[in-house]
């Protein structure tokens, strides 16, 4: 067959092997069924495949941001092709690799003499931010880049692509960080960062984003474990790399000490990580007195204005609370979460989404479902206002990973791949599919328990509720109740 008949056929194969893999099912509310869908599909139009195209903060629906590529992809859309379509989580990363001589290049007009420095926003590897204090100021996104290849690697195992792309671009970006950062003798000569912007654009140019640093850290170890691993399994693919970059081993020591060395700020009294150094020195925002005609407060108040005051527009710490968060005990979660949630406006679409994850993880259940909703359908129900200038992409992968990682309790800490689920108490049952190191791993939680299923691949082991899950050909099925 030819012609509209066989391009419908592979239409139609094409959508049947995507919802296959990544369809999320839910039982008891069509408007959040609806919503998940419609998020899920748009990413899929959306995305690039072939390593020379991203995916741009506004799909492909509208002129918002000039179609520009952002850290929005690897910290929120990337998961959800790794765990369900990898592949082209692969090329989403190479993209990075294919700029990475634009990222060598606007480090040395930054005056880094060595490293890389990723644009904020972007199309063809250039920076295009114009506005620096929320743009080139956010450093994060070199380790937002780097952690995503570390999550890359630790579900595929995809040795190949280290070797030929990840392993530059990690030390590339480990470079830059030893670079950018200083022992501080007021600081006990902890390695600080100074002068940058974190995830929060209500502040800017600050020194020691707590959410910067720790990202910096994990980065920093990050290369320095890929080095060790490549010198020992690969020696001729580390000497060759080492040689195109000119890399010394003076440099590994310092990526280590540097790391190892890393300040994160803590306030001992209210027992919470201050946003950064000055960050509880400044006035607390009046929410009394802001109408809600005034939010985002960014279009309404000058920039000088909300910069002074203790106020964020999105999840900032709180998202190192859930990337990070072997690092935090649950009471560490708590006290931040009880000191960010009073202060954040959730004028960015980003943020909802990590709120809820938290708030998951935390027992917040009722605020974990309020957030949920108010993310699902966002773009559906237009609840910014601004969907006629196009989509959120991140906000519809971040929709994704509140019921993957939100209410299931997903967590990849170094490959253990863990869960913890709850049910949603308006639900009767949801399911959804993971795709893990070649293996396709469905769970269907309900008011019973959870069920998992190995559907094709090889064995896997993980956790639930703490207690260890085994699957493989001969043992495909196991049911657990909930705890």
Known sequence: ETGFTMMTQQQLKFLNEFWYLSDVEIKGDPAIQQGLRFNLFHLLQSVGRDGRTNIAAKGLTG??????????TETYILPFFLYNNPGISRKLLEFRYNTLGKAKE?????????????????????????????????????????????????????????????????????????????????????????????????TALVNNNCY??????ENLDYAYQVALWLKENTPQAYQRLAINIGLEESELAAWKKAAANMYIPYDPELKVHP???????????????????????????????????????????????????????????????????KITTHD?????????????????????????????????DDIQGNTKDGIHAANMAGTWMCLVYGFAGMRAYDGALSFNPTLPELWQEYRFKITLRGSVLELGIDQTGVSFHLLQGNALTLSCYGKPVHLDSDCPTLFMKRS
């Open 275 to 341: 946003q950064d150094d000055d960050f509880l020195n400044r006035a607390a925002w009046d929410f009394s007195r802001t109408p809600p005609e005034n939010y985002p407060l960014l279009m309404h108040y000058h920039p000088l204005v909300i910069y002074r005051h203790q106020v964020c527009k999105q999840a900032d710490l709180i998202l190192a609370l859930f990337l990070l968060g072997d690092q935090f005990s649950q009471e560490q979660k708590r006290r931040d979460f009880d000191f960010y949630e």
């Open 63 to 72: 002129e918002g941001y000039e179609g520009h590529y952002f850290w929005d």
């Open 212 to 217: 910067t640093n720790l990202m910096a850290r």
């Open 106 to 202: 606007r480090a040395r007009q930054m005056s880094h003499p060595k490293g890389a420095l990723f644009p904020w926003r972007t199309i063809n590897g250039e920076e295009c931010s114009t506005y620096f204090p929320g743009g080139t100021a956010q450093y994060h996104i070199n380790a937002d880049i780097a952690f995503a290849i570390k999550r890359y690697m630790e579900a595929t195992a995809d040795w190949d692509f280290l070797i030929q792309y990840g392993a530059e671009i990690l030390f590339e970006t480990a470079r830059l960080w030893e670079n950018l950062g200083d022992y501080i003798p007021q600081k006990d000569n902890q390695f600080c960062i100074n002068g940058v912007t974190g995830p929060d654009e209500y």
């Open 348 to 380: 960015s679409s980003l943020s909802t989404c990590i709120f809820s994850i938290v708030a998951s993880e935390i027992g917040y259940v009722d605020k974990a479902y309020q957030y949920f909703l108010n993310t699902v359908r966002t773009d559906l």
